[in-house]
């Protein structure tokens, strides 16, 4: 097992401390003298940036002609409505309403509050507690005032403006600067501050909102800048998505300070730096936490997609106001942005490998009912940005989404080939797919290079979706800090689709350490074909004395898959795992199984030595959310027999179905 060097552990501990004792004196500092800086150095300043979206007279008019044309105008005005009486759904809430005066530092899913303090002297974990600090911080994101600020744009109406304004000044008195749950993060103060500036692109010309008011704003946003700039998350040897979001939010910033900056005590602290700061710094941080196949080093699709839009916002932003990153950042972007159209599923959706928390920068569309496995509205965003009709094409039916982002949307020219299947090497990703059958397949290093922080114990783990129906999915994370047994468990191997030898993990975790998870898998691809993979682990070696390995071959109806193990003999029991997508029969019938689900049917065979059965299973929709669902389980019936083959096919009438579809389709002169 690999350890965390010891060199690395001395040389935290005297950092550590100098926190613990300057968080000590901080408080009882700001607590006299609290962190401000007078409203009146803002009273003559006026952004001159271009902003998401554009906000002046004749590109608000082009937005809202293209609304109405789209239909897409109606429901943002019902979802805003909702935001002004203080109905929201966030993290598997539920519809929730939140009173009169929203409570900015309570979990509503609890009623748990967190008490006004000093942010370094504030506990945020409690393994006795079932209260969730993330329900905080994303209704203190503000990232439902994209959607009030279309509704203003779409009607007029004043009482968008005014809650707007309302929720600005009521957040600020109940979260004085440093002083609240709010301040202790500052990836969340970054988030907040992006769209805070989304928000006045949108309000800037209200007749409700006066002068006093977007003085308060302008300073609110300058000690948001401040406290990120003195706070970024980069201690750890591997950073992560935070970082990025730290770095984000100090662009923005930057760009719509400009050149305004406040003299005095921390004059050094201004957006001049920041902008120059993290422009240089976020194009050195994709190239570490981007690997070359254009996947995100945390090994998390729901994570990917988060990095996607930070890294691709920030830069549609930048270009706007005159500012570009190099060409070879560009170019991984790109890969990125390639990476989720290659891992879309038929069905416009992505399997949820790793970690997942609803991560979002800005959300442009639908804020309460956006699906957290599609990104095709990414795919939109870049198609624009890159002028690419493939993205373009794959992005069909989130035009709304590029136009609020990119300014534009276009038609694609062309109807590009289907895709097929892929390696992405250095992700560990491997994708098997034909006009049938979609399989991805999970094998490579840990996240952040091996540190664990975002990954399951989901080694040799795949997904299978046939005919555009999903049949095996990844169970997904359901909670962080909220539970420790259910976040353990949904990043357990016994929960995933591969290989569980008894009583063993593939990676060994403390379950009080909620984000970490040190390597001892080392998976590795064996070989990969356009049909065939081939793959194996290491987790089991010290706890078993075995090695997993898994081939799968891709077939025109199915695929074939067989596991072995290689070891010590009689060294435990060992069983399949399968996670069946909700809704989907499975029925066992001696020595086959037949999966059946939306007028698919696929048979599982294959002369196994082994017993099948049905239990029960679980699915994370989205953060916060779980639905019951049935749990496939194959297991040895001798602790000697090393090696199962099983066929997955699609049945006979499920194929016959897809041809005369298929037929009637090109009669009808829908298929070339």
């Known amino acids: 097992m690999r350890r965390t060097p010891l060199l690395f ?32 150095n803002f009273e003559d300043f006026t952004p001159k940036c271009r902003c998401l979206p554009e906000e002046d007279g004749r590109e ?81 994101r503000f990232q439902h005032l994209f959607t009030l600020g279309k509704a203003y744009w779409l009607t007029g109406a004043a009482k968008y403006a005014l809650e707007f304004r309302r929720q600005i000044e009521d957040w600020a008195e109940q979260n004085p600067v440093e002083l609240s749950v709010n301040w202790t993060c500052a990836m969340e103060a970054a988030i907040r501050a992006v769209n805070w500036i989304a928000g006045y692109a949108f309000f800037k010309d209200a007749p409700a909102l006066d002068g006093v008011f977007w003085s308060r704003f302008h300073q609110l946003l300058y000690l948001h800048g ?3 700039m003195a706070h970024l998350e980069n201690r750890s ?24 900056y406040v003299c005095g005590e921390r004059a050094g602290n201004n957006p001049k730096v920041w902008l120059t700061f993290a422009v240089r710094e976020l194009e050195r941080q994709l190239f570490i936490q981007v690997n070359p196949d254009g996947t995100d080093y945390e090994t998390a699709t729901a994570y990917h997609r988060l990095v996607t839009e930070i890294l691709l916002l920030t830069a549609i932003l930048c270009r706007k106001n005159g500012i570009e990153f190099s060409e070879a950042f560009m170019k991984r972007l790109r890969r990125m942005a390639g990476f989720l159209m290659r891992l879309t599923k038929p069905d416009g959706t992505i399997p949820g490998v790793g970690d997942a928390d609803d991560g979002r920068l800005l959300i442009l569309t639908h804020y309460s009912g956006w699906n957290r ?61 034909n006009e049938r059958v979609y399989c991805l397949i999970r094998c490579g290093e840990l996240s952040c290079r091996g540190e664990g922080g975002h990954s399951h114990n989901d080694q040799l783990s795949l997904v299978l979706n046939v005919q555009g129906t999903d049949l095996i999915v990844d169970p997904g994370l359901y909670v962080y800090s909220a539970d420790y047994r259910m976040r353990n468990l949904f990043r357990s191997t016994g929960v995933h689709n591969t290989l569980c030898v008894a009583g063993c993990e593939q990676n060994r975790f403390d379950p009080g350490e909620l984000f970490a998870m040190e390597e001892e898998s080392h998976g590795e691809c064996l070989a990969f074909r356009s049909d065939y993979f081939c793959g194996q682990h290491r987790g089991y070696r010290s706890s078993a004395g075995l090695i997993h390995r898994r081939s799968v071959h891709l077939t025109r109806d199915g695929i074939t898959l067989d596991d072995q193990l290689f070891g010590k003999p009689g060294r435990g029991n060992w069983h399949l795992n399968f996670t069946l997508a909700p809704g989907v029969s499975a029925r066992v019938e001696g020595s086959e199984i037949e999966l059946a689900r939306d007028g698919v049917a696929v048979r599982i065979g294959g002369g196994m030595n082994a017993a099948a059965a049905v239990g029960q299973g679980w699915l994370a929709t989205s953060y916060g959310a779980i639905v019951p669902t049935r749990r496939l389980t194959v297991r040895s019936l001798s602790p000697e027999q090393y090696r199962l083959t099983l066929r997955f096919t699609l049945a006979r009438r499920a194929r016959e179905s897809c041809a005369c579809e298929r037929e009637l389709l090109a009669r009808r002169g829908e298929l070339g």
């Open 9 to 40: 552990l001395v040389k935290k501990i005297p950092g550590a401390l100098y926190r613990a004792i300057a968080a000590q004196v901080r408080s009882r500092t700001i607590r006299r003298r609290p962190v401000t800086i007078a409203a009146a």
């Open 226 to 228: 401040r406290f990120i």
């Open 60 to 140: 608000r008019s082009r937005y809202l002609t293209l609304l109405k044309a789209w239909g897409a105008d109606a429901y943002p005005v019902a979802e805003a409505d909702r935001i002004v009486d203080h109905v929201f759904n966030l993290l598997g809430s539920g519809d929730r309403s939140l009173g009169e005066r929203i409570a900015w530092n309570v979990d509503f899913k609890t009623g748990y509050g967190w008490e006004n303090d000093y942010f370094g002297r504030i506990r945020l974990l409690d393994p006795d507690s079932p209260a969730d600090v993330k329900v905080v911080w994303e209704l203190s």
């Open 373 to 433: 496995w599609d990104c095709r509205d990414l795919l939109a965003i870049a198609g624009e940005f890159f002028d690419d009709d493939r993205l373009r094409f794959y992005g069909a039916g989130h035009r709304e989404a590029a136009l609020w982002a990119a300014g534009s949307w276009r038609q694609p020219f062309i109807q590009p080939l289907p895709l097929g299947s892929q390696a992405f090497r250095q992700g560990g990703y491997y994708l098997l797919r």
């Open 237 to 260: 040897r591997y950073n992560n998505n935070h970082y990025l979001a730290d770095l984000a939010g100090l662009i923005w910033l930057g760009i719509y300070f400009g050149d305004h």
